[in-house]
């Protein structure tokens, strides 16, 4: 019999490492990562070119034209494309963040075979049919439309400028008219700037065989090259002076309040130890957080808080739903919490939570092949260091009460606060 007053026994964690990559520069110009591991007969093929939102015409464009891309292409109907991706019981998706279009294949060994000429056509030489089109956008228009009655949508579009600048091109909220204004042509000439071989970095994991890796490299070397990789254009934020905006959303039941702070780039030596205070103030179920405002004061059922690193620039963001009338304690509580994890010294007990809840999520990245490549890729992406991963572990293992409390003084200060609240608020 378990005996459930008596909790259970906990070990300390071993080394955690990645294990390393292979990485080959295929004559075509294409750099093809790979990784063979894992128990399973499965491999994954992800894709990445620069160019993203904002190097299209306007931010519907890259995401438009991700979406296209399986719905026609090289003469074979999007009905055909889905036919023979399922009939090998692959799975293919494909999107676009700020700088970088993606595409993922993953698949079975036993039936990748063959699937190297529909990839290349859909890559290289989608057809973008009008009435796909259409369909798509009045969908993704509706889809947006819709985003915009919810507080939570509100509250971060009024949070961007904040934090960003009020001019800078992350902030600008998307509109009607941006929708309006896709064509194919516009969709044409951002394929011919992003999808390029030049610009392509390819990521293969999973249990690797011969002929998939054979298939694949077939696939990338005769990829096309001729055109130059896409020029990416990064604008650094410029954070408004602290201040609270109020959206009204009359009706609303639940407010959502966001909550940021400038902070490092990733490249700053406080920016890992940063992150673990952050974590420490609201980034898991016993955070400083959820514990006061959820599990004491009842002011939420969730709220969150996490640091954010891009190209641009880094911030602090807290983030939570909560009925009208809580609003201002959940901004009040939140600064208290703030201020008492930068005056007083974390305990003994929370600090070994904070520790292990660390090296758990670390654990995750090496769960798997396809988790490790995932950090691999989010790395090459976003420029970071070769040894990012392995100074993380070493700080989870030895981040003290007083490098918190450091962190949360230099970097947490309420009054640096930019807060936007959209729901029934008076503005």
């Given at each position: 019999?378990?005996?459930r007053?008596?909790?259970?026994?906990?070990?300390?964690?071993?080394?955690?490492?990645?294990?390393?990559?292979d990485?080959?520069?295929?004559?075509?110009g294409?750099?093809?990562?790979?990784?063979?591991?894992?128990?399973?007969d499965?491999?994954?093929?992800?894709?990445?070119?620069?160019g993203?939102?904002?190097?299209?015409?306007?931010?519907v464009?890259?995401?438009?034209?991700?979406?296209?891309l399986?719905?026609?292409?090289?003469?074979m109907?999007?009905?055909?494309?889905?036919?023979?991706?399922?009939?090998?019981g692959?799975?293919?998706r494909?999107?676009?963040?700020?700088?970088?279009?993606?595409?993922?294949?993953?698949?079975?060994?036993?039936?990748?075979?063959?699937?190297a000429?529909?990839?290349?056509?859909?890559?290289?030489?989608?057809?973008?049919?009008?009435?796909?089109?259409?369909?798509h956008?009045?969908?993704?228009?509706?889809?947006?439309?819709?985003?915009?009655?919810k507080v939570?949508?509100l509250?971060?579009n009024?949070?961007?400028?904040?934090?960003?600048?009020?001019?800078?091109?992350?902030a600008?909220?998307?509109s009607?008219?941006?929708?309006e204004?896709?064509?194919?042509?516009?969709?044409?000439?951002?394929?011919?700037?992003?999808?390029?071989g030049?610009?392509?970095?390819?990521?293969?994991?999973?249990?690797?065989?011969?002929?998939?890796?054979?298939?694949?490299?077939?696939?990338?070397?005769?990829?096309?090259?001729?055109?130059?990789?896409?020029?990416?254009?990064?604008?650094?934020?410029?954070?408004?002076?602290?201040?609270?905006?109020?959206?009204?959303?009359?009706?609303?039941?639940?407010?959502?309040?966001s909550?940021?702070?400038?902070a490092?780039?990733?490249?700053?030596p406080?920016?890992?130890?940063?992150?673990?205070?952050?974590?420490?103030?609201?980034?898991?179920?016993?955070?400083?957080?959820m514990?006061?405002?959820r599990?004491e004061?009842?002011?939420t059922?969730g709220?969150?808080?996490?640091?954010?690193?891009?190209?641009?620039?880094?911030?602090?963001?807290?983030?939570a739903?909560?009925?009208n009338?809580?609003?201002?304690?959940?901004?009040?509580?939140?600064?208290?919490?703030?201020?008492?994890?930068?005056g007083?010294?974390?305990?003994?007990a929370?600090?070994?939570r904070?520790?292990?809840?660390?090296?758990?999520?670390?654990?995750?990245?090496?769960?798997?092949?396809?988790?490790?490549?995932d950090?691999?890729?989010?790395?090459?992406?976003?420029?970071?260091?070769?040894?990012?991963?392995?100074?993380?572990?070493?700080?989870?293992?030895e981040?003290?009460?007083?490098?918190?409390?450091?962190?949360?003084?230099?970097?947490?200060?309420?009054?640096?606060?930019?807060?936007?609240?959209?729901?029934?608020?008076?503005?």
């Amino acid at each position: 019999m378990i005996d459930r007053a008596v909790a259970p026994a906990t070990y300390p964690i071993g080394q955690i490492e990645l294990p390393r990559l292979d990485k080959e520069i295929l004559p075509g110009g294409v750099t093809l990562y790979t990784l063979d591991s894992g128990d399973i007969d499965v491999n994954q093929l992800f894709l990445t070119w620069k160019g993203g939102e904002f190097e299209a015409s306007n931010r519907v464009v890259a995401a438009m034209c991700s979406s296209m891309l399986t719905e026609g292409a090289g003469g074979m109907s999007g009905a055909e494309i889905a036919e023979r991706l399922d009939f090998r019981g692959a799975i293919l998706r494909a999107e676009a963040n700020s700088h970088h279009s993606l595409l993922s294949l993953t698949c079975v060994n036993s039936l990748a075979g063959g699937l190297a000429p529909t990839l290349s056509a859909i890559v290289e030489r989608p057809d973008f049919p009008a009435d796909a089109m259409a369909m798509h956008l009045e969908i993704k228009a509706k889809q947006h439309l819709q985003s915009l009655s919810k507080v939570a949508t509100l509250s971060r579009n009024a949070l961007a400028p904040l934090i960003m600048g009020a001019d800078h091109p992350m902030a600008r909220e998307i509109s009607t008219e941006d929708f309006e204004s896709v064509t194919r042509a516009s969709l044409v000439d951002f394929h011919e700037k992003v999808y390029t071989g030049a610009a392509c970095k390819a990521f293969l994991s999973g249990r690797l065989t011969e002929s998939v890796r054979a298939d694949v490299k077939a696939f990338l070397g005769q990829m096309s090259c001729r055109r130059p990789a896409c020029e990416v254009e990064v604008v650094p934020f410029e954070a408004m002076p602290p201040q609270t905006v109020k959206v009204n959303q009359p009706g609303a039941l639940q407010s959502a309040v966001s909550i940021a702070i400038p902070a490092v780039l990733r490249s700053h030596p406080d920016y890992i130890p940063l992150r673990f205070a952050v974590m420490a103030l609201g980034g898991y179920f016993g955070s400083r957080l959820m514990r006061n405002i959820r599990e004491e004061k009842g002011y939420t059922y969730g709220i969150h808080a996490a640091l954010y690193g891009t190209p641009e620039g880094s911030y602090v963001i807290i983030k939570a739903q909560c009925a009208n009338e809580y609003v201002e304690p959940v901004i009040r509580e939140t600064a208290v919490e703030m201020e008492r994890l930068a005056g007083e010294r974390m305990p003994d007990a929370e600090l070994q939570r904070l520790r292990l809840h660390i090296q758990a999520s670390l654990m995750e990245t090496v769960d798997s092949p396809f988790s490790i490549m995932d950090y691999y890729r989010t790395r090459e992406l976003v420029g970071l260091p070769a040894d990012y991963f392995a100074k993380q572990v070493r700080f989870a293992r030895e981040i003290d009460a007083d490098t918190i409390m450091a962190m949360a003084r230099r970097y947490l200060d309420p009054s640096q606060m930019r807060i936007a609240v959209a729901g029934q608020v008076e503005c």
